[in-house]
C-alpha cells in the first residue's frame, strides 16, 4: 500500500543542514495499523509527510496505492491525495465553521454533487458518533469531539489510507482512548490502511500491528508490535518499550538485592500469549537449594494477545542458578539476565 | 426655517451651507473609490506577498522581492511627495490633475501598498495548519485561497482595512487641499487661511465623527465576522 525506499530529506536550517531523514525504508501493507515512534525531532512528520507528497524526497521513492509519486502530474497528484486522509495533532479545523461545513469540504473540492455531499457527511458524522453535532460550531467543542470532526473529514472522500500525525498528543488519556478506539473502527469496517505517528508507546500498544521506531532521521527497528515489544535490541527502542512495560528492578527493592551476600541472579522473563503451558514460576519455587523472590511483575494486553513480564531474584549456587535458566529457556519464556550493580 | 437655518449657518462657519455638503460629497467620493480600488490593488498585492514568501504555497524569490520592494518604497514616501510625483500619471490617466477624480491616482498608489502590508499580516495570521490541511485534502492554490484563506482571514482584513481607510481619510485631506476637493480643503481654504476658526472646528469634528463611524463599523462587520470562534 506504502513503500517508501531509501528517501533521504535535508532541510536548509540556515546556518546547517538539518538531516531529517537519512536513508529511509518503510513498508506498510493494507490493512495495517502502522505505528511510527520516536522523540521530538526524530523525523516522523517528515516521514509521513512524503507519503501524500507534502514534502518530496532529495533522493528516494515513494509508491503509494501503485503510483510513484515523482511521476505524478501536480493534478494528479492532487487526486491521489483525495484518496489519502490526514489527521492532525491540532486538529487543524475551521474554528469559526459548522461541523458540517468542516466535513463537507473535502467533498466540495472534489466537485460532489450537494445531495450526495449532504448525505455522506451525515454517513461519516454517525460513523464518529458526532451526528447531534452537526450543525455546532468547532469551535464550542471539546478536543476529543473536534478530533472526531478531524477524522470525518479525513474520512468524508472515502480514503484508502489515512495519515494521523500526533492525532491524540493534544488529549487527555480517557479521550485518547476513545479516539484510538475510533481509529480501529476505521480500520476493521471500512478496510483503511492507517500509519500514525506518536510519541506514546500506549497508542501503538493499543492499536497497532507493526510499529517502528525511529531516531535520527534513521528507524532503529521495526516489526510486529509483540517482536518489538518482546524482543527489543536497540536501545531507543528499549527506552520506549519502558515507558508501557517496567522491566527495571523497583529502585526498593535494588538495595535488598544489592545487600544479598548469597549467590545470586536477577532475571528478566517475558511470557508472550499463552507460550508458556507449564506453572513455570511454581515449578522453580519447587527447586531444592533454590530461593526465588518475585521483585516485579506487569501484564500488558496488545495485538490481543497478552504479554506478562517477572523480574525474579534466583539465590542459590551458579550450578543451581543454571539449572532453573534452562528450566526457564525450555519453558519457552523470553529471558535476560540482568545486572544489578554494586 | 431653512431660510433662517442657511442664514445662521453662514453667519457662523463662513460658509453655505450647500458648500459644506458639496465638500462632504467629495471626500466621500474620493474615500470610497480609492478605498474600493486601492483594497483591491493591496488584496492581490498581499496575496502575492504572502504565496510567494518563503515557505509559500508558490514559493518565488523574484517576485517576493520586486513586490516587498514597491511596498516598501511607496509606504516610505509622505503622501504629498507622492500626490506631486505622480501628477504626469495623474495627467496621463485622467487628463488634468486637480479635481476628485483625478485625486484618486495618487490616493490609490498611495493606500494600495499600505493596504497590502495590512492584509499581509492578517493573511499571515491565518493557521499555517489550517493550509497544511488544505493540501492534505488536495486542494488547488485557487482553492486554498477562496476556501480556506480570505475566509479564515476575513475578520482581521476588514480590521486591517478600517485602519487603511481612516489612514486614507487623511490622506483625501490633503490631496483635497491640493485639487480635490472635500471637507480637508474647506478646513485649510476656507478655515485656516481665512482665519474662520468656527468652521475649522467643525470640520475637525466632522472628520472625527468620520473616523468613529469608519471604526465602528468595522469592528461590527468584523465581530459579526469573528462570531463563532
Ligand atoms: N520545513 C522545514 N524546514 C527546515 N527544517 C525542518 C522542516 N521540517 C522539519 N524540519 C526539521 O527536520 C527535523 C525533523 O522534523 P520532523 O517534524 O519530521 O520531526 P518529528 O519527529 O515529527 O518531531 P516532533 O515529534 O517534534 O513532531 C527537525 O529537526 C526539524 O526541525
Ligand atoms: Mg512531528
Redesign the interface.
Known amino acids: 500500500m506504502i513503500r517508501i525506499d531509501h528517501a533521504v530529506k535535508t532541510f536548509d536550517g540556515g546556518t546547517q543542514a538539518v538531516h531529517a531523514l537519512r536513508d529511509v525504508s518503510l513498508h506498510v501493507e493494507k490493512g495495517d495499523i502502522y505505528g511510527i515512534v520516536g522523540f521530538s525531532g526524530a523525523g516522523k512528520s517528515t516521514l509521513l509527510r512524503l507519503v ?1 507528497g ?1 514534502e518530496t524526497p532529495d533522493s528516494g521513492s515513494v509508491v503509494v496505492a501503485g503510483e510513484d509519486l515523482s511521476k505524478l502530474s501536480h493534478r494528479e ?6 484518496k ?3 489527521v ?1 495533532q ?8 459548522t461541523v458540517r461545513h468542516n466535513v463537507s ?2 467533498l ?3 466537485g460532489v454533487p450537494k445531495k450526495e455531499i449532504e448525505q455522506r457527511v451525515r454517513e461519516v458524522l454517525r460513523f464518529v458518533e458526532l451526528e447531534d453535532k452537526e450543525n455546532a ?1 468547532v ?2 467543542l471539546s478536543g476529543g469531539q473536534k478530533q472526531r470532526v478531524g477524522i470525518a ?1 479525513a474520512l468524508a ?1 472515502s480514503p484508502d489510507i489515512l ?1 494521523c500525525d500526533e492525532a491524540t498528543s493534544a488529549l487527555d488519556p480517557q479521550t485518547t482512548e476513545s479516539i484510538l478506539l475510533l481509529l480501529k473502527k476505521v480500520n476493521r469496517e471500512m478496510g483503511v490502511t492507517i500509519l500514525l505517528i506518536t510519541h506514546q508507546m500506549q497508542v501503538i500498544q493499543m492499536i497497532c500491528n507493526k510499529v517502528a521506531v525511529m531516531e535520527y532521521g534513521k528507524i532503529a527497528e521495526e516489526g510486529s508490535v509483540l517482536s518489538v515489544f518482546g524482543t527489543p535490541r536497540e536501545e531507543v527502542t528499549r527506552r520506549f518499550v519502558r515507558t508501557v512495560i517496567n522491566d527495571q528492578i523497583p529502585e526498593k527493592f535494588l538495595s535488598v538485592v544489592r545487600s544479598e551476600t548469597r549467590n545470586q541472579q536477577v532475571e528478566l522473563l517475558k511470557f508472550i500469549g499463552d507460550s508458556v503451558k507449564e506453572p513455570l514460576i511454581a515449578n522453580l519455587c519447587r527447586m531444592e537449594g533454590l530461593e526465588v523472590n518475585i521483585l516485579g511483575a506487569t501484564i500488558q494486553e496488545m495485538q490481543g494477545s497478552v504479554m506478562s513480564v517477572f523480574i525474579l531474584q534466583l539465590i542459590g549456587d551458579d550450578e543451581k542458578i543454571r539449572l532453573a535458566e534452562e528450566k526457564i529457556d525450555g519453558a519457552g519464556a523470553l529471558r535476560e539476565r540482568m545486572a544489578v550493580g554494586a | 426655517m431653512t431660510e433662517t437655518f442657511e442664514t445662521r449657518f453662514k453667519e457662523i462657519f463662513g460658509i453655505k451651507w450647500p458648500k459644506l455638503l458639496e465638500s462632504l460629497g467629495q471626500t466621500v467620493y474620493m474615500l470610497g473609490w480609492a478605498l474600493l480600488i486601492g483594497a483591491v490593488i493591496g488584496l492581490f498585492l498581499a496575496l502575492l506577498l504572502v504565496l510567494c514568501r518563503k515557505g509559500g504555497l508558490k514559493q518565488n524569490r523574484v517576485i517576493y522581492a520586486i513586490v516587498n520592494f514597491y511596498v516598501n518604497i511607496v509606504r516610505s514616501m509622505p503622501f504629498i511627495i507622492t500626490l506631486v510625483f505622480v501628477f504626469p500619471l495623474t495627467r496621463l490617466i485622467v487628463g488634468k490633475t486637480y479635481g476628485s477624480t483625478a485625486m484618486l491616482v495618487p490616493l490609490v498608489i498611495y493606500i494600495s501598498p499600505y493596504m497590502a502590508r495590512l492584509i499581509e499580516n492578517s493573511l499571515l495570521e491565518v ?1 499555517p ?2 493550509i ?2 488544505a ?6 492554490t485557487f ?1 486554498i485561497i477562496i ?2 484563506l480570505l ?2 482571514a476575513l475578520s482581521s482584513i476588514v480590521l486591517a482595512m478600517t485602519t487603511g481607510t481612516v489612514g486614507l481619510l487623511g490622506a483625501t485631506a490633503m490631496a483635497g487641499y491640493v485639487g480635490g476637493g472635500g471637507v480637508g480643503d474647506l478646513a485649510l481654504t476656507y478655515g485656516y487661511q481665512r482665519y474662520n476658526f468656527p468652521l475649522l472646528i467643525l470640520t475637525i469634528v466632522i472628520l472625527v465623527i468620520f473616523v468613529q463611524l469608519l471604526q465602528l463599523l468595522g469592528n461590527r462587520i468584523s465581530g459579526r ?5
Not at chain 1, 77 to 82: D, E, I, M, P, Q
Not at chain 1, 90 to 97: H, T, Y
Not at chain 2, 135 to 140: D, I, L, P, S, Y
Request: glycine share 8%; hydrophobic share 40%; no cysteine.
Open positions: 501524500n507534502l497528484l492532487l487526486t491521489l491525495r483525495r489519502i486522509g490526514m492532525f491540532q486538529f487543524n479545523l475551521l474554528e469559526g465553521k469540504i473535502p466540495q473540492l472534489a460550531y469551535s464550542q473529514r472522500t495519515l | 493557521s495548519g489550517v497544511e490541511a493540501q492534505a485534502m488536495g486542494a488547488t482553492q476556501r480556506f475566509p479564515e465576522l469573528r462570531k463563532h470562534r
